[in-house]
Protein backbone atom coordinates (compact mmCIF):
# COMPACT_ATOMS: atom_id res chain seq x y z
CA UNK A 1 0.00 0.00 0.00
CA UNK A 2 2.98 2.26 -0.26
CA UNK A 3 1.82 5.82 -1.61
CA UNK A 4 -1.49 4.89 -1.10
CA UNK A 5 -3.39 7.21 0.97
CA UNK A 6 -6.20 5.19 3.67
CA UNK A 7 -9.05 6.48 5.28
CA UNK A 8 -11.31 5.28 7.74
CA UNK A 9 -14.09 6.92 9.62
CA UNK A 10 -15.51 5.94 13.00
CA UNK A 11 -18.81 6.29 14.05
CA UNK A 12 -19.13 9.16 17.05
CA UNK A 13 -21.15 6.62 19.71
CA UNK A 14 -19.36 7.11 22.87
CA UNK A 15 -16.77 4.63 24.73
CA UNK A 16 -16.25 1.68 22.89
CA UNK A 17 -16.17 -1.62 24.47
CA UNK A 18 -14.12 -4.49 24.77
CA UNK A 19 -15.67 -6.24 21.98
CA UNK A 20 -14.80 -3.00 19.70
CA UNK A 21 -11.28 -2.64 20.59
CA UNK A 22 -10.80 -6.92 19.59
CA UNK A 23 -12.73 -6.60 16.70
CA UNK A 24 -12.13 -3.18 15.19
CA UNK A 25 -9.59 -1.12 17.24
CA UNK A 26 -6.93 -3.20 17.79
CA UNK A 27 -6.15 -4.20 13.91
CA UNK A 28 -6.81 -0.87 12.71
CA UNK A 29 -4.38 0.41 15.05
CA UNK A 30 -1.53 -2.41 14.28
CA UNK A 31 -2.63 -1.86 10.66
CA UNK A 32 -2.14 2.02 10.73
CA UNK A 33 1.63 1.58 12.18
CA UNK A 34 2.56 0.23 9.12
CA UNK A 35 0.75 2.86 6.70
CA UNK A 36 2.10 5.41 4.79
CA UNK A 37 -0.18 8.38 4.54
CA UNK A 38 -3.25 7.63 6.62
CA UNK A 39 -6.19 9.49 8.41
CA UNK A 40 -8.75 8.43 10.85
CA UNK A 41 -11.51 10.79 11.74
CA UNK A 42 -14.73 11.06 14.10
CA UNK A 43 -18.24 11.51 12.27
CA UNK A 44 -19.99 13.54 14.55
CA UNK A 45 -21.86 15.15 11.54
CA UNK A 46 -22.71 11.87 10.34
CA UNK A 47 -23.96 11.25 14.51
CA UNK A 48 -26.11 14.10 14.85
CA UNK A 49 -28.81 12.10 12.11
CA UNK A 50 -29.86 10.13 14.82
CA UNK A 51 -28.08 11.76 18.11
CA UNK A 52 -30.93 14.42 19.83
CA UNK A 53 -29.28 15.15 22.69
CA UNK A 54 -26.31 17.72 22.41
CA UNK A 55 -24.20 17.59 25.95
CA UNK A 56 -24.21 13.60 24.32
CA UNK A 57 -22.76 14.36 21.35
CA UNK A 58 -19.95 16.09 22.64
CA UNK A 59 -19.40 14.04 25.08
CA UNK A 60 -19.45 10.81 22.83
CA UNK A 61 -17.13 13.14 20.43
CA UNK A 62 -14.48 13.10 23.26
CA UNK A 63 -14.78 9.94 24.46
CA UNK A 64 -14.22 8.07 20.68
CA UNK A 65 -11.08 10.53 20.69
CA UNK A 66 -9.38 10.13 24.05
CA UNK A 67 -10.26 6.43 23.29
CA UNK A 68 -7.83 5.46 20.36
CA UNK A 69 -5.16 8.39 21.76
CA UNK A 70 -5.49 6.10 24.94
CA UNK A 71 -5.15 2.40 22.51
CA UNK A 72 -2.06 4.20 20.72
CA UNK A 73 -3.01 6.14 17.74
CA UNK A 74 -0.04 8.22 17.07
CA UNK A 75 -1.46 11.61 15.83
CA UNK A 76 1.53 11.81 14.38
CA UNK A 77 1.17 9.19 12.14
CA UNK A 78 -1.87 9.28 11.33
CA UNK A 79 -4.08 12.51 10.51
CA UNK A 80 -6.63 12.42 13.27
CA UNK A 81 -9.62 14.84 13.38
CA UNK A 82 -13.51 15.89 13.84
CA UNK A 83 -15.24 15.67 10.18
CA UNK A 84 -17.02 19.08 11.61
CA UNK A 85 -14.05 20.69 11.90
CA UNK A 86 -13.63 20.52 8.34
CA UNK A 87 -16.09 23.11 6.41
CA UNK A 88 -14.64 21.91 2.73
CA UNK A 89 -16.24 18.73 3.46
CA UNK A 90 -19.79 20.24 3.30
CA UNK A 91 -19.20 21.93 0.14
CA UNK A 92 -17.73 19.01 -1.78
CA UNK A 93 -21.30 17.82 -0.20
CA UNK A 94 -23.10 19.97 -2.05
CA UNK A 95 -21.07 20.08 -5.18
CA UNK A 96 -21.59 16.20 -4.95
CA UNK A 97 -25.63 15.89 -4.56
CA UNK A 98 -25.82 18.13 -8.08
CA UNK A 99 -24.43 15.01 -9.57
CA UNK A 100 -26.30 12.41 -7.48
CA UNK A 101 -29.19 10.72 -9.38
CA UNK A 102 -31.35 10.30 -6.49
CA UNK A 103 -32.51 7.11 -7.55
CA UNK A 104 -29.06 6.01 -6.09
CA UNK A 105 -29.69 7.12 -2.54
CA UNK A 106 -32.98 5.13 -2.94
CA UNK A 107 -31.01 1.98 -3.56
CA UNK A 108 -29.07 2.60 -0.45
CA UNK A 109 -29.52 -0.05 2.32
CA UNK A 110 -29.55 2.04 5.31
CA UNK A 111 -32.62 4.30 4.05
CA UNK A 112 -34.36 0.72 2.41
CA UNK A 113 -33.87 -0.84 6.19
CA UNK A 114 -35.57 2.24 7.44
CA UNK A 115 -38.37 1.95 4.89
CA UNK A 116 -39.25 -1.59 5.67
CA UNK A 117 -38.92 -0.87 9.23
CA UNK A 118 -41.55 1.52 9.43
CA UNK A 119 -43.60 -0.40 6.47
CA UNK A 120 -43.65 -3.41 8.78
CA UNK A 121 -44.65 -1.50 12.01
CA UNK A 122 -47.45 0.05 9.64
CA UNK A 123 -46.09 3.67 9.76
CA UNK A 124 -45.73 6.24 6.77
CA UNK A 125 -42.53 4.72 4.92
CA UNK A 126 -40.55 7.70 5.81
CA UNK A 127 -41.97 8.36 9.36
CA UNK A 128 -38.49 9.14 11.28
CA UNK A 129 -36.05 9.37 8.19
CA UNK A 130 -34.67 12.84 7.75
CA UNK A 131 -32.38 14.33 4.91
CA UNK A 132 -29.47 13.48 6.40
CA UNK A 133 -30.06 9.76 6.87
CA UNK A 134 -31.35 10.15 3.51
CA UNK A 135 -28.14 11.74 1.78
CA UNK A 136 -26.05 9.79 4.50
CA UNK A 137 -24.11 8.26 1.78
CA UNK A 138 -23.05 11.49 0.14
CA UNK A 139 -21.61 13.05 2.98
CA UNK A 140 -19.53 9.58 3.40
CA UNK A 141 -18.73 9.73 -0.04
CA UNK A 142 -17.62 13.58 0.56
CA UNK A 143 -15.13 12.25 3.98
CA UNK A 144 -13.35 9.81 1.57
CA UNK A 145 -13.26 12.31 -1.78
CA UNK A 146 -12.17 15.36 -0.03
CA UNK A 147 -8.67 13.27 1.12
CA UNK A 148 -8.22 11.99 -2.06
CA UNK A 149 -8.06 8.47 -0.29
CA UNK A 150 -7.27 5.61 -2.74
CA UNK A 151 -8.00 3.21 0.26
CA UNK A 152 -11.02 2.86 2.81
CA UNK A 153 -10.80 0.06 5.29
CA UNK A 154 -14.14 -0.76 6.42
CA UNK A 155 -16.65 -3.69 7.91
CA UNK A 156 -18.92 -5.88 5.57
CA UNK A 157 -21.58 -3.78 6.08
CA UNK A 158 -20.11 -0.71 4.76
CA UNK A 159 -19.59 -1.95 1.49
CA UNK A 160 -22.41 -0.19 -0.73
CA UNK A 161 -21.18 3.04 0.44
CA UNK A 162 -17.79 2.84 -0.88
CA UNK A 163 -19.45 1.83 -4.17
CA UNK A 164 -21.84 4.52 -3.63
CA UNK A 165 -18.86 6.93 -3.05
CA UNK A 166 -17.02 5.69 -6.34
CA UNK A 167 -19.72 6.31 -8.29
CA UNK A 168 -20.46 9.45 -7.30
CA UNK A 169 -16.76 11.00 -7.51
CA UNK A 170 -17.29 9.01 -11.38
CA UNK A 171 -20.30 10.91 -11.96
CA UNK A 172 -18.42 14.29 -10.90
CA UNK A 173 -15.58 12.98 -12.63
CA UNK A 174 -17.12 11.58 -16.16
CA UNK A 175 -19.90 15.03 -15.94
CA UNK A 176 -16.99 17.77 -15.99
CA UNK A 177 -13.05 16.06 -16.23
CA UNK A 178 -11.47 13.74 -13.74
CA UNK A 179 -10.41 15.96 -10.56
CA UNK A 180 -11.29 12.82 -7.54
CA UNK A 181 -10.00 10.18 -6.71
CA UNK A 182 -11.98 6.77 -7.14
CA UNK A 183 -11.63 5.45 -3.63
CA UNK A 184 -11.38 1.61 -2.89
CA UNK A 185 -13.02 -0.27 -0.18
CA UNK A 186 -10.49 -2.58 1.74
CA UNK A 187 -13.13 -4.90 3.25
CA UNK A 188 -12.40 -6.09 6.52
CA UNK A 189 -12.48 -9.87 7.10
CA UNK A 190 -15.51 -11.00 9.28
CA UNK A 191 -13.81 -10.60 12.79
CA UNK A 192 -14.23 -13.21 15.17
CA UNK A 193 -17.04 -12.44 17.16
CA UNK A 194 -16.65 -11.66 20.63
CA UNK A 195 -18.75 -13.00 23.46
CA UNK A 196 -20.49 -10.55 25.83
CA UNK A 197 -21.59 -11.31 29.21
CA UNK A 198 -24.38 -13.49 28.49
CA UNK A 199 -22.52 -15.46 25.16
CA UNK A 200 -24.28 -13.47 22.32
CA UNK A 201 -22.31 -11.46 20.17
CA UNK A 202 -21.03 -8.44 22.58
CA UNK A 203 -23.06 -5.25 21.67
CA UNK A 204 -24.15 -2.22 23.57
CA UNK A 205 -27.59 -3.03 22.35
CA UNK A 206 -27.86 -5.97 24.24
CA UNK A 207 -26.08 -4.41 27.30
CA UNK A 208 -24.26 -7.59 27.66
CA UNK A 209 -20.94 -5.47 27.40
CA UNK A 210 -17.30 -4.39 29.09
CA UNK A 211 -16.91 -0.57 28.29
CA UNK A 212 -13.28 -0.44 27.75
CA UNK A 213 -12.19 2.45 30.61
CA UNK A 214 -14.31 1.99 33.47
CA UNK A 215 -13.05 1.97 37.01
CA UNK A 216 -10.94 -1.17 36.99
CA UNK A 217 -13.20 -2.62 40.17
CA UNK A 218 -16.57 -2.07 38.00
CA UNK A 219 -14.89 -3.99 35.15
CA UNK A 220 -13.58 -6.31 37.68
CA UNK A 221 -17.91 -6.90 38.89
CA UNK A 222 -18.37 -7.39 35.00
CA UNK A 223 -16.20 -10.27 34.35
CA UNK A 224 -17.22 -11.74 37.45
CA UNK A 225 -20.77 -11.62 36.14
CA UNK A 226 -20.21 -13.04 32.60
CA UNK A 227 -22.85 -16.23 32.29
CA UNK A 228 -21.19 -20.08 32.82
CA UNK A 229 -22.81 -23.47 32.99
CA UNK A 230 -22.61 -25.23 36.07
CA UNK A 231 -19.79 -27.28 35.69
CA UNK A 232 -17.40 -27.96 38.73
CA UNK A 233 -14.03 -27.17 39.15
CA UNK A 234 -13.54 -30.50 38.65
CA UNK A 235 -15.14 -30.92 35.55
CA UNK A 236 -13.51 -30.55 32.20
CA UNK A 237 -14.68 -27.66 30.42
CA UNK A 238 -15.06 -26.67 26.61
CA UNK A 239 -12.33 -23.72 25.98
CA UNK A 240 -13.80 -22.63 22.53
CA UNK A 241 -17.62 -22.35 24.11
CA UNK A 242 -16.69 -20.51 26.63
CA UNK A 243 -16.69 -16.73 26.88
CA UNK A 244 -13.88 -16.47 29.83
CA UNK A 245 -11.76 -18.52 27.67
CA UNK A 246 -12.48 -15.85 24.44
CA UNK A 247 -11.70 -13.44 26.24
CA UNK A 248 -8.41 -14.51 27.55
CA UNK A 249 -7.58 -14.80 24.49
CA UNK A 250 -7.19 -11.90 23.79
CA UNK A 251 -5.21 -10.45 26.15
CA UNK A 252 -3.58 -12.65 28.00
CA UNK A 253 0.21 -13.66 26.89
CA UNK A 254 0.11 -17.28 24.73
CA UNK A 255 2.07 -19.24 27.32
CA UNK A 256 -0.89 -18.37 29.75
CA UNK A 257 -3.77 -19.07 27.25
CA UNK A 258 -2.38 -22.48 26.74
CA UNK A 259 -2.25 -22.99 30.30
CA UNK A 260 -5.68 -22.01 30.65
CA UNK A 261 -7.16 -23.89 27.78
CA UNK A 262 -5.06 -27.22 29.13
CA UNK A 263 -6.71 -26.78 32.50
CA UNK A 264 -10.08 -26.38 31.40
CA UNK A 265 -9.39 -29.63 28.88
CA UNK A 266 -8.09 -31.30 31.66
CA UNK A 267 -10.25 -30.21 34.61
CA UNK A 268 -9.69 -28.60 37.96
CA UNK A 269 -9.87 -25.44 37.03
CA UNK A 270 -12.87 -23.02 38.71
CA UNK A 271 -15.00 -20.63 36.62
CA UNK A 272 -14.39 -18.47 39.61
CA UNK A 273 -10.65 -19.11 39.38
CA UNK A 274 -10.67 -18.57 35.44
CA UNK A 275 -12.44 -15.34 35.71
CA UNK A 276 -10.05 -13.96 38.26
CA UNK A 277 -7.23 -14.86 35.40
CA UNK A 278 -9.40 -13.13 33.01
CA UNK A 279 -9.58 -9.74 35.03
CA UNK A 280 -6.26 -9.96 35.77
CA UNK A 281 -5.00 -10.25 31.79
CA UNK A 282 -7.58 -7.52 31.36
CA UNK A 283 -6.03 -4.86 34.07
CA UNK A 284 -2.68 -5.43 32.65
CA UNK A 285 -3.67 -5.01 29.17
CA UNK A 286 -5.67 -2.04 29.97
CA UNK A 287 -4.30 -0.27 32.63
CA UNK A 288 -1.83 2.34 30.80
CA UNK A 289 -4.39 3.49 28.33
CA UNK A 290 -6.74 3.70 30.97
CA UNK A 291 -4.67 6.01 32.99
CA UNK A 292 -4.36 7.78 29.56
CA UNK A 293 -7.38 7.40 28.61
CA UNK A 294 -8.87 9.64 32.12
CA UNK A 295 -5.77 11.65 31.51
CA UNK A 296 -7.11 12.81 28.42
CA UNK A 297 -11.10 13.41 28.86
CA UNK A 298 -9.37 15.16 32.03
CA UNK A 299 -7.99 17.72 29.58
CA UNK A 300 -9.70 18.97 27.47
CA UNK A 301 -8.34 21.31 25.70
CA UNK A 302 -5.10 18.93 25.05
CA UNK A 303 -8.07 16.91 23.62
CA UNK A 304 -9.13 19.64 21.48
CA UNK A 305 -5.53 20.83 20.56
CA UNK A 306 -4.76 17.11 19.03
CA UNK A 307 -7.79 17.42 17.22
CA UNK A 308 -7.22 20.92 16.04
CA UNK A 309 -3.84 19.65 14.95
CA UNK A 310 -5.32 16.84 12.71
CA UNK A 311 -8.07 19.10 11.60
CA UNK A 312 -5.32 21.82 10.38
CA UNK A 313 -3.47 18.81 8.08
CA UNK A 314 -6.67 17.89 6.76
CA UNK A 315 -8.27 20.72 5.84
CA UNK A 316 -5.27 21.60 3.44
CA UNK A 317 -6.31 18.35 1.95
CA UNK A 318 -9.72 18.93 1.36
CA UNK A 319 -9.32 22.68 -0.06
CA UNK A 320 -6.84 21.47 -2.46
CA UNK A 321 -9.79 19.07 -3.57
CA UNK A 322 -12.26 21.20 -3.22
CA UNK A 323 -10.33 23.51 -5.34
CA UNK A 324 -10.26 21.91 -8.47
CA UNK A 325 -14.06 20.86 -7.71
CA UNK A 326 -15.06 23.96 -7.91
CA UNK A 327 -13.02 24.62 -11.15
CA UNK A 328 -13.49 21.54 -12.87
CA UNK A 329 -17.56 22.85 -12.26
CA UNK A 330 -16.68 26.50 -13.07
CA UNK A 331 -16.80 27.86 -10.05
CA UNK A 332 -14.06 29.86 -8.61
CA UNK A 333 -10.97 27.97 -7.84
CA UNK A 334 -9.62 28.62 -4.32
CA UNK A 335 -6.03 29.31 -4.46
N1 LIG B 1 -20.50 4.91 7.88
C1 LIG B 1 -19.35 4.51 8.65
C2 LIG B 1 -19.82 3.51 9.72
O1 LIG B 1 -20.99 3.47 10.01
C3 LIG B 1 -18.67 5.70 9.29
C4 LIG B 1 -18.11 6.61 8.26
C5 LIG B 1 -18.54 7.87 7.97
C6 LIG B 1 -17.01 6.32 7.39
N2 LIG B 1 -17.79 8.40 6.98
C7 LIG B 1 -16.85 7.49 6.58
C8 LIG B 1 -16.19 5.21 7.21
C9 LIG B 1 -15.85 7.53 5.60
C10 LIG B 1 -15.20 5.27 6.23
C11 LIG B 1 -15.04 6.42 5.44
O2 LIG B 1 -19.00 2.83 10.28
Known amino acids: MAGKTVLTGVQATGMPHLGNYIGAIRPALQKAAHEGKSFLFIADYHALNSVRDAAALTRDTYEVAACWLALGLDP ?6 RQSDIPEIFELTVALMAVTPKGLMD ?32 L ?22 IEFARDIAGYL ?85 ALMREAFLKGG ?31 LPKLDAILAEGAEKARAVARATLSDVRQAVGLKPLK
Do not use: C
Open 76 to 81: AQTVFY
Open 140 to 161: MAADILAMRAHIVPVGHDQTQH
Open 269 to 299: MGYGDAKKLLAAAVEEALAEPSHLYNEYMSD
Open 173 to 257: NNTFKPVLVQPEGLIQPQSATVQGLDGRKMSKSYGNHIPLFIDAKARQKLIMKIVTDSKLPADPKDPDTSTIFQLYSYFAPDADV
Open 107 to 138: RSHAYKAAKDKNEAEGRDVDANVNMGLYTYPI
